[in-house]
C-alpha cells in the first residue's frame, strides 16, 4: 500500500524525532504506543521484511529474532506475524518501544502508508492533546450529580436500543431473531479519506472536480491517499488539515452495513467501550424524520422525552454532543449546504425548519458550535455536497474473505453446512465477491441454506449474477411460505401489488410507506409479504404502523419486476426517462434488474409461481440496452466517463445476453479503466464481457487496485488481449501465476505486457520465464519500478539466450539492478537476435561494471536503443558512455 511519492528523512530527522519522544514519560509512551497498536500492526504487515531489516539495522531485534519473525510470517500469516512483532517489542522495554517508533519514522523514506503517516503526525503534532484524549475517551467529562443520572439513563435506553441485532424474517418464523450485538456484529473494513478537497472522479473515490463530493470516489486513492479507520477512530486526528474532525461522512452502497455500524457505535459508546468525550449522542434516521418541520429542541423531545426537563443543561455544552443521522440517501430534500443558503440555517435550538436545515445548521456550526456530526450515506447523495463541510469522509469496503466466512458460520450454525455453502459461494465468481455486502451475504445465505441442510438435498445451480441472486431469494420465499402452492394469477396478482407499490417508492423517493400507500397499491399485509415488507410500529403511538421493504435493493427489484409482470407502456416510459436524467445513481440497481430480468433462463424459476413474463417488456428493455452509446463512454478519458461505462458494463452482464454484448461493444476492443478503483465484482463483471468478444485490441488497467483476487477473475480472458497493462495494481508475486497462465494459453495473443510499479520480486522470475519460454506472441514486456533485482534478471536472461525468444523490448527501470549482474547481461545479450530496446534506468549499477556495460553497447548485435540514466555512474563514466557509437544504436544517459 505504498505511494507514489515518499518524504525524504535523514538521521538528523529520526534524531530530532527521539528527542521529542523522551518528552514522554514511559508511562505516556506506552499509553499512546497502546493507542496505536491497531495502525501499527497494519502499517507493518504491508511489508515485514522491510520493517524487521530497519529493527536490526538499529539493533531492536537481532538477526536469529527476525528470521524468527519471517519464519512466523511464513508459517501463519503477516498480519498474525505483525501483532506478535509489536505484542514482543511492547513487552521488551520503553527503549524497545521508543525504537520500534524511531524505526517507523524512518521508513517514512520508503514508504508513504497512510496510516503511518497519520500516527506519525498526530503523535508529533498532538501528542500531549492526545493523552488527554484518550484519557477523557476512557473516563468521560465529569458531570453533575442530576445532569449524570440522566446520561445514565439515557445510556441505558441506548444499550437497550442497541444491544441486540434483530436477523431479517425468514419464511416460517414469526419474527427475525435478535441476538446479542457482540455476538452477531461482524467487523466492516472502512477506509477514509480524512480531508475533503477538489480531486478528480471515481467510484468510492471522494471527490469531484468541481469542489463537490462525487458519487463513486473514495476507493481509487485508497493505496496511497487513504488510510483504514477503525469506527472508534473516526473523531480522530486528521493529519492532512491538522485538526481533530468535527463531521464525519461513513459512505458506503446499498446494504454494506451503515446502519449496523452506526448501531455498534453507539452500543460501544453506551457501554462505555469508547468516546466517552460525548457525553450525550443522539442518534436519528432520515425515513423517519423526512416529513418533519420542527426544531432541534421539539426533534429531541419527542425522540428522547426522558431528556425534556434538563435539555437546556444538555445543550449547554455543545462540545460534548454528538449528533448521528443516518441514511442521507433516504432524505426526500437536500442539505442547505450550498453557497448562499446560510440565510436558512438555524441559529438556535428553538428555530423551526425542516430536518436536513437542522442537520445543515450544525454541520456549518451555526447552531450549537463545537458539536459533533455523524452521517451516513450511499455514495450517490455526495454529489450534492460542498466540498470541505466533511472533515473526515470514511468509506464501508465491507467483509474481507475473513469476515464473509465467519458471517456464514454464524447463519448457518451448523459448521459442516456453512462450510459447504461458504465453499459453494467460493466457486461461484459473482457470489462470492458479491458478500463483502453483509445485506447480500444474508440474502445469499437465505437462498442457499435450504441447499445445505439435511432435508434439502443437492444444492442447485450457483446464480451468476445479482439479479439470479434475487431470483432466487423470491423464489425460495414462494415456495416456502405456505403448505400448498398458491394458484399462479393470484400469486401474481400480489407481486403486481407490490411491485408498483415498489415503483413508485423509486420514481418517487418514498422507502418508507403509511398504511394508505399499501391501500392504493392494493397491497393486502400478509405473512408471506414479511419476506419482503416489514411492518414499523412508531415508537409514539404502538397504533400507528408504518412499513418499508427489508431493504432498498429488494424494493428495487420489484420496481424492475413489475415491469414485467404488468407492462404498461407509458409508466414504462416515464421511469426510463428519469432513470436516464438521473445523474445521482438512484436508478442504477434498479435498471440492472430490468436489464437482468430480460433474460428467459434467469427468470425461469420465477415464471413457475407467477406465469410468463411480458414479451413486450423483454423487447423494450433489449432495444434500450442495445442502444447504449459504448463508442462515446469509450472515447471518453474522463473518470465520470470510465465509471458509467463500467455501469454499461454491469447492465450487459445482468442480461446474459452474449449476441446483444457482441453488438454493443462491437469488434476490436479497446477498454480503458486506468485510474478507476474495481472491485472484484467489477472484475468478473468485465471478465464476461472479454468472454464475449473474439479479440480485444488493448486493455489498460493502470492504478485500478485490482490485486490478485481481480486478476484471477479476468485470467481465463486474458489470452485474448494483444496489449496488456497491469501497471500500479499493488500485484504481489502470487499474481504472477495467474500472468504467466495467460501467457501459457494456447491461443495467447498477447503482445504487449506492463507491469509497471508492482511488487514482483526475484521470486516469481523463474515462473515468468518458464512462461515466456512457451510464448510465441509476447514482444514487449515492462517491468519498471518492481524488485527483480539481480537474481530476477538472471532468470530472465535465460529467455533471452534461447533461440525461440521473440522479445524486442525489455524494460527494467528502477529494478534494483547491480555491477554483478552486468556480466551475465552482456554474455546473454550477445547471443540474441530479437532484442531491440533495453531499459536499465534508475539502477545502480555504478563505474565498476564500466568495461562489461562498454562491451554490452558495442556487442550486443540486436540493440537499437538502450536506456542507462539515473544510474551510479560518474560524470566521467557518463561522459564515456554517451561518446560510444556503433551502428543504429542510439544511448540515454
Not at 449524570?148 to 441505558?156: D, F, L
Not at 455498534?264 to 423526512?290: C, E, L, M, P, S
Not at 431493504?551 to 421511469?575: C, G, M, P, S, W
Not at 539481480?790 to 539492478?817: F, H, M, T
Amino acid at each position: 500500500m505504498a505511494s507514489k511519492q515518499r518524504t525524504v528523512v535523514t538521521e538528523g530527522d529520526v534524531k530530532a524525532f527521539s528527542k521529542h519522544m523522551d518528552n514522554y514519560s514511559p508511562w505516556q509512551l506506552m499509553k499512546l504506543s497502546e493507542h496505536f497498536r491497531p495502525d501499527m500492526v497494519y502499517v507493518i504487515e504491508n511489508d515485514i521484511p522491510i520493517v524487521l531489516q530497519e529493527l536490526t539495522s538499529r539493533r531492536i531485534i537481532t538477526a536469529q529474532q527476525a528470521q524468527d519473525y519471517s519464519d512466523w510470517e511464513k508459517n501463519h500469516d503477516s498480519t498474525s506475524a505483525a501483532e506478535k512483532l509489536v505484542h514482543d517489542i511492547f513487552a521488551m522495554s520503553s527503549a524497545a518501544r521508543l525504537g520500534l517508533w524511531e524505526c517507523l519514522f524512518a521508513l517514512q523514506s520508503r514508504w508513504a502508508h497512510p496510516n503511518l503517516h497519520g500516527m506519525l503526525d498526530e503523535i508529533i503534532q498532538n501528542g500531549h492533546n492526545l493523552l488527554q484524549e484518550i484519557l477523557l475517551n476512557e473516563s468521560g467529562h465529569t458531570l453533575d450529580p442530576e445532569l449524570k443520572a440522566c446520561q445514565v439513563e439515557h445510556k441505558a435506553k441506548f444499550r437497550d436500543l442497541t444491544g441486540r441485532m434483530k436477523e431479517n424474517k425468514t419464511p416460517g418464523q414469526a419474527e427475525g431473531q435478535a441476538f446479542p450485538i457482540t455476538n452477531r456484529y461482524v467487523e466492516l473494513k472502512v477506509i477514509s479519506d480524512c480531508h475533503l478537497k477538489k480531486q478528480t472522479h471515481q467510484e468510492h473515490e471522494a471527490l469531484a472536480a468541481a469542489g463537490e463530493l462525487n458519487e463513486y470516489r473514495l476507493q481509487r486513492r485508497i493505496k496511497g491517499e487513504l488510510e483504514r479507520i477503525a469506527p472508534d477512530r473516526f473523531f480522530r486526528w486528521c493529519f492532512r488539515s491538522h485538526r481533530l474532525p468535527l463531521s464525519v461522512m461513513v459512505s458506503g452502497v446499498a446494504g454494506v452495513g451503515k446502519t449496523t455500524l452506526v448501531q455498534k457505535f453507539i452500543f460501544d459508546w453506551a457501554t462505555g467501550k469508547h468516546y466517552q468525550k460525548f457525553a450525550f449522542v443522539f442518534f436519528f434516521k432520515f425515513r423517519d424524520v423526512n416529513e418533519e418541520k420542527k426544531s432541534l429542541e421539539s426533534l429531541l423531545c419527542q425522540t428522547y422525552p426522558h431528556l425534556r426537563d434538563k435539555l437546556p443543561r444538555v445543550l449547554e455544552d455543545p462540545e460534548k454532543l454528538l449528533f448521528i443521522f443516518d441514511g442521507l440517501d433516504e432524505s426526500k430534500t437536500d442539505l442547505k449546504l450550498r453557497r448562499g443558503e446560510a440565510h436558512e440555517l438555524c441559529r438556535n435550538p428553538g428555530d423551526v425548519k425542516p430536518v436536513t436545515v437542522i442537520v445543515a445548521s450544525l454541520l456549518k456550526q451555526t447552531l450549537l458550535k463545537g458539536c459533533s456530526v455523524l452521517l451516513t450515506s450511499r455514495p450517490s447523495k455526495l454529489s450534492s455536497l460542498e466540498a470541505g463541510v466533511f472533515h473526515r469522509v470514511a468509506s464501508i469496503v465491507g467483509f474481507l474473505s475473513k469476515e464473509r466466512e465467519r458471517y456464514f458460520s454464524m447463519f448457518f450454525g451448523d459448521e459442516r453446512a456453512s462450510r459447504e455453502a461458504f465453499a459453494y459461494v467460493r466457486d461461484s465468481q459473482v457470489l462470492y465477491t458479491l458478500c463483502y455486502n453483509p445485506s447480500y451475504c444474508w440474502i445469499t445465505c437465505t437462498a442457499l441454506k435450504p441447499c445445505f441442510t439435511a432435508k434439502a438435498g443437492r444444492p442447485q445451480p450457483a446464480p451468476k449474477t445479482v439479479t439470479q441472486l434475487f431470483v432466487s431469494y423470491v423464489t425460495h420465499i414462494m415456495a416456502n411460505h405456505t403448505q400448498e402452492r398458491p394458484e399462479p394469477q393470484r400469486m401474481r396478482d400480489t407481486l403486481i401489488s407490490v411491485g408498483w407499490l415498489a415503483e413508485y417508492g423509486i420514481t418517487d423517493r418514498t422507502l418508507v410507506f403509511q398504511p394508505h400507500h399499501l391501500q392504493v397499491a392494493n397491497v393486502e399485509f400478509s405473512p408471506f409479504l414479511s419476506g419482503f415488507l416489514v411492518e414499523n410500529p412508531q415508537t409514539d403511538d404502538s397504533s400507528q404502523v408504518t412499513y418499508s421493504f427489508l431493504h432498498l435493493t429488494i424494493q428495487e427489484f420489484f420496481a424492475a419486476l413489475v415491469h414485467y409482470l404488468d407492462f404498461k407502456e407509458d409508466k414504462f416510459r416515464n421511469t426510463m426517462a428519469k432513470a436516464r436524467s438521473c445523474k445521482e445513481g438512484d436508478y442504477e440497481i434498479f435498471s440492472r434488474f430490468l436489464a437482468g430480468l430480460s433474460h428467459p433462463a434467469t427468470r425461469r424459476s420465477l415464471e413457475e409461481y407467477v406465469g410468463k413474463f411480458s414479451a413486450e417488456a423483454t423487447h423494450k428493455v433489449i432495444g434500450w440496452l442495445s442502444e447504449m452509446n459504448y463508442e462515446e463512454l469509450q472515447s471518453r478519458d474522463d473518470p465520470e466517463g470510465k465509471r458509467r461505462l463500467m455501469n454499461v458494463l454491469n447492465l450487459l452482464f445482468e442480461s446474459r445476453n452474449r449476441q446483444l454484448v457482441c453488438d454493443v461493444v462491437g469488434k476490436d476492443t479497446h477498454l480503458d479503466f486506468s485510474e478507476l478503483y474495481l472491485m472484484p465484482v467489477d472484475c468478473t463483471v468485465l471478465s464476461y464481457v472479454l468472454s464475449c468478444c473474439e479479440e480485444i485490441q488493448r486493455l489498460t488497467l493502470d492504478s485500478c487496485f485490482i490485486q490478485n483476487e481481480g486478476l484471477e477473475r479476468l485470467r481465463p480472458e486474458l489470452h485474448k488481449v494483444r496489449e496488456l497493462s497491469l501497471s500500479d495494481n499493488d500485484l504481489k508475486d502470487e499474481a504472477m501465476k495467474n500472468i504467466c497462465s495467460v501467457l501459457k494459453h494456447p491461443n495467447c495473443r498477447l503482445e504487449d505486457l506492463r507491469l509497471e510499479k508492482n511488487m514482483f520480486t526475484e521470486a516469481c522470475c523463474t515462473d515468468l520465464a518458464s512462461a515466456l519460454k512457451e510464448n510465441q506472441t509476447l514482444v514487449s514486456l515492462d517491468l519498471t519500478k518492481n524488485k527483480v533485482r539481480n537474481n530476477g534478471l538472471y532468470a530472465l536472461l535465460e529467455v533471452l539466450e534461447a533461440p525461440q525468444c521473440k522479445i524486442q523490448k525489455l524494460v527494467l527501470q528502477e529494478n534494483g539492478l547491480s555491477d554483478d549482474s552486468c556480466e551475465r547481461l552482456c554474455s546473454a545479450l550477445s547471443r540474441n537476435s530479437t532484442l531491440r530496446h533495453l531499459n536499465l534506468s534508475a539502477n545502480v549499477y555504478t563505474d565498476r561494471c564500466a568495461e562489461d556495460m562498454h562491451h554490452l553497447i558495442l556487442t550486443s548485435p540486436s540493440l537499437t536503443d538502450i536506456r542507462l540514466s539515473l544510474n551510479d555512474f560518474s560524470p566521467d563514466m557518463e561522459g564515456h558512455l554517451r561518446g560510444l557509437q556503433r551502428e543504429g544504436l542510439k544511448i540515454h544517459i
